[in-house]
C-alpha cells in the first residue's frame, strides 16, 4: 500500500560497534602492558574435530585477537580424542600461566560429555563464562555471590549494543526467545539485572505471537529462519536479532544466504531499532570474548573487571558486572565509582 506511512527504524550496526570496542581494547592492552611488565593477556582457543563452521569461527577469534594485541594461542585436537585426553588438554591450559582465557569451540563431538569439559575448565581462566560458577553469580543479587568473571559473550554483546545506542532497560518489557545455556538463559539474566521485566519463551511456551507483541524489546535467539514476524511486533519494538541462519539463495555464490530469526524486511516497518542478520550481533560475540580475555588477565593482576563510561552509567542497573562499556584506565575507573 503506497498509503501507509513509513516507519523510521534504526539499524543498529554491530559491525561498527564490535570494531570501535575491539579498538578500545587494543588500547587497553597497551596500557596494561605498559604498567604490568609487558604482561601479554593470552587466550587458548581449543578446537576438536573439523566442522567447518567452528573452524571460521575460531579463525575469526583468532584474527580479532592477534589484531588488538592478544596472545592466541591454538589447540587443534582430532575428532576422535578421548574424553580423558581432551581433559588432559585443559588441565596443561589451566596451568600455563600465559593463558588468561580458555575457550572450547562448541558444539564437541558426540562421544566427550560436553558439561564434564567445561567444568574441567579453570574457574578463573573461563572465557566463555559457561561454567555453573559463573552462570550461578550472575543469577545472583548484589552481595549475595561474587561478581561473575566473564559474562557469556552473545549475551554481553546484545546488551553491550543496547547501552551503546541509548536503549534504556529499565522497566521495559523484555520478551526472549529461546532458553538456551549459551544465549537465552543468561540474556535474560543480565536482562533482568538492567531492570527489564523478562518473559523467556520456549518450545512450550503457548501463544509465542501474543506474548512478542507485547515487547519493548525482543531478543531472538531459537535458530529457525524468519521466524518472527512483522504483524506480531508491537510498533516501536527494539529487536536483537541472535539467529544466524542459512536460506537457500539462487543468486548468491554460496548457494544461500544468512538470514536471522526475525523476519527482516517485514520488522522494518515496525521497529524503532533493529540488528542485521549478518553485521548485527555476530561480530559482538567476538568482541565481548575478547573483552573476557582482557578481564581475565586482569583479574590475574588482581585489577578489577573494566568498567562502563558514565554517560552510560545512568541507565544501567545496581549490578556492577553488567557494565559492558570499558576504561581505559583503573583509576578512571575507581574515580567514577563502579556501583
Ligand atoms: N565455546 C563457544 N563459544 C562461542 O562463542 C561460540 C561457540 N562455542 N560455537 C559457535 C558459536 C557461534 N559464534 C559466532 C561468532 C561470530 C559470528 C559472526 O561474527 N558472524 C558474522 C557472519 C559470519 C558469516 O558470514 O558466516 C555476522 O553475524 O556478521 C557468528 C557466530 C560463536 N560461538
Same mark, same amino acid.
Given at each position: 500500500?503506497?498509503?501507509?506511512?513509513? /516507519?523510521?527504524?534504526?539499524?543498529?550496526?554491530?559491525?561498527?560497534?564490535?570494531?570501535?570496542?575491539?579498538?578500545?581494547?587494543?588500547?587497553?592492552?597497551?596500557?596494561?602492558?605498559?604498567?604490568?611488565?609487558?604482561?601479554?593477556?593470552?587466550?587458548?582457543? =581449543?578446537?576438536? #574435530? /573439523?566442522?567447518?563452521?567452528?573452524?571460521?569461527?575460531?579463525?575469526?577469534?583468532?584474527?580479532? +585477537?592477534?589484531?588488538?594485541?592478544?596472545?592466541?594461542?591454538?589447540?587443534?585436537?582430532?575428532?576422535?580424542?578421548?574424553?580423558?585426553?581432551?581433559? +588432559?588438554?585443559?588441565?596443561?591450559?589451566?596451568?600455563?600461566?600465559?593463558?588468561?582465557?580458555?575457550?572450547?569451540?562448541?558444539?564437541?563431538?558426540?562421544?566427550?560429555?560436553?558439561?564434564?569439559?567445561?567444568?574441567?575448565?579453570?574457574?578463573?581462566?573461563?572465557?566463555?563464562?559457561?561454567?555453573?560458577?559463573?552462570?550461578?553469580?550472575?543469577?545472583?543479587?548484589?552481595?549475595?555471590?561474587?561478581?561473575?568473571?566473564?559474562?557469556?559473550?552473545?549475551?554481553?554483546?546484545?546488551?553491550?549494543?543496547?547501552?551503546?545506542?541509548?536503549?534504556?532497560?529499565?522497566?521495559?518489557?523484555?520478551?526472549?526467545? #529461546?532458553?538456551?545455556?549459551? !544465549?537465552?538463559?543468561?540474556?535474560?539474566?543480565?536482562?533482568?539485572?538492567?531492570?527489564?521485566?523478562?518473559? !523467556?519463551?520456549?518450545?512450550?511456551?503457548?501463544?509465542?505471537?501474543?506474548?512478542?507483541?507485547?515487547?519493548?524489546?525482543?531478543?531472538?535467539?531459537?535458530?529457525?529462519?524468519?521466524?518472527?514476524?512483522?504483524?506480531?511486533?508491537?510498533?516501536?519494538?527494539?529487536?536483537?536479532?541472535?539467529?544466524?541462519?542459512?536460506?537457500?539463495?539462487?543468486?548468491?555464490?554460496?548457494?544461500?544466504?544468512? !538470514?536471522?530469526? =526475525?523476519?527482516?524486511?517485514?520488522?522494518?516497518?515496525?521497529?524503532?531499532?533493529?540488528? @542485521?542478520?549478518?553485521?548485527?550481533?555476530? @561480530?559482538?560475540?567476538? +568482541?565481548?570474548?575478547?573483552?573476557?580475555?582482557?578481564?581475565?588477565?586482569?583479574?590475574?593482576?588482581?585489577?578489577?573487571?573494566?568498567?562502563?563510561?558514565?554517560?552510560?552509567?545512568?541507565?544501567?542497573?545496581?549490578?556492577?558486572?553488567?557494565?559492558?562499556?570499558?576504561?581505559?584506565?583503573?583509576? +578512571?575507573?575507581?574515580?567514577?565509582?563502579?556501583?
Amino acid at each position: 500500500m503506497t498509503t501507509e506511512a513509513t /516507519n523510521k527504524c534504526t539499524i543498529i550496526d554491530g559491525k561498527k560497534t564490535a570494531a570501535t570496542i575491539r579498538q578500545e581494547l587494543k588500547e587497553e592492552i597497551e596500557s596494561l602492558a605498559q604498567s604490568h611488565n609487558g604482561i601479554v593477556p593470552g587466550l587458548a582457543v =581449543v578446537l576438536v #574435530g /573439523n566442522r567447518v563452521d567452528s573452524a571460521t569461527y575460531v579463525r575469526m577469534k583468532k584474527k580479532a +585477537a592477534v589484531e588488538i594485541g592478544i596472545h592466541s594461542i591454538d589447540v587443534t585436537l582430532p575428532i576422535t580424542i578421548s574424553q580423558q585426553d581432551l581433559k +588432559a588438554e585443559i588441565e596443561k591450559l589451566n596451568q600455563d600461566p600465559k593463558v588468561h582465557g580458555i575457550l572450547v569451540q562448541l558444539p564437541l563431538p558426540e562421544h566427550i560429555k560436553e558439561s564434564e569439559i567445561l567444568m574441567a575448565i579453570d574457574y578463573t581462566k573461563d572465557a566463555d563464562g559457561f561454567s555453573a560458577r559463573n552462570i550461578g553469580n550472575m543469577w545472583l543479587g548484589r552481595g549475595t555471590g561474587d561478581p561473575p568473571l566473564a559474562i557469556p559473550c552473545t549475551p554481553a554483546g546484545c546488551i553491550d549494543l543496547l547501552q551503546r545506542y541509548e536503549i534504556d532497560i529499565t522497566g521495559k518489557e523484555c520478551v526472549v526467545l #529461546g532458553r538456551s545455556n549459551i !544465549v537465552g538463559m543468561p540474556v535474560a539474566a543480565l536482562l533482568q539485572s538492567c531492570n527489564g521485566t523478562v518473559t !523467556v519463551c520456549h518450545s512450550r511456551t503457548k501463544n509465542i505471537p501474543e506474548i512478542i507483541g507485547r515487547a519493548d524489546i525482543l531478543i531472538a535467539a531459537i535458530g529457525k529462519p524468519e521466524y518472527v514476524r512483522g504483524e506480531w511486533l508491537k510498533p516501536g519494538v527494539v529487536i536483537v536479532d541472535v539467529g544466524i541462519n542459512d536460506k537457500p539463495d539462487a543468486t548468491k555464490k554460496r548457494g544461500y544466504r544468512l !538470514v536471522g530469526d =526475525v523476519h527482516y524486511d517485514e520488522a522494518l516497518q515496525k521497529a524503532s531499532a533493529i540488528t @542485521p542478520v549478518p553485521g548485527g550481533v555476530g @561480530p559482538m560475540t567476538i +568482541a565481548m570474548l575478547m573483552k573476557n580475555t582482557v578481564n581475565l588477565c586482569r583479574h590475574s593482576l588482581g585489577l578489577p573487571r573494566l568498567t562502563l563510561r558514565n554517560k552510560i552509567h545512568r541507565s544501567l542497573s545496581h549490578r556492577d558486572f553488567v557494565h559492558t562499556t570499558i576504561h581505559t584506565t583503573p583509576d +578512571a575507573a575507581a574515580a567514577n565509582g563502579t556501583n
